[in-house]
């Protein structure tokens, strides 16, 4: 009898407190600490390291970033112009309401 209770009693005791470790896990914080960097981080790292975008890379880089940010905004806003005057993005009109088409014959 007594071989059979002491699992019973082992998994009575550490099953909660391997519950509650498991809890305090949430996402990429654990331990009460994010452990994913922040660009900040990555770049001091880097730059630490000697393996961090040269000066040009790294204006090379905005620039491409800028430019693609431009077209989207371009896009949206050609996107906009092409919907029926007076709605939103998404063609909801003032008010909220939904035009809706009727089915097709």
Known sequence: MTRSF???????VL????????????GNIWDFKDHQPTAGEVQSQEKSAGVGPSQ??????????????RQLLERAARGRQALPGNT???GVQPGGVVPISPAPP
């Open 15 to 26: 099953l909660p407190a391997l519950a509650q470790a498991q809890a305090l896990r949430e």
């Open 88 to 90: 939103d993005i998404y």
């Open 6 to 12: 002491l699992p019973v009693l082992l998994g009575a």
């Open 56 to 69: 040009g890379q790294a204006r090379h880089q905005q620039d491409e970033l800028d430019v693609e940010g």
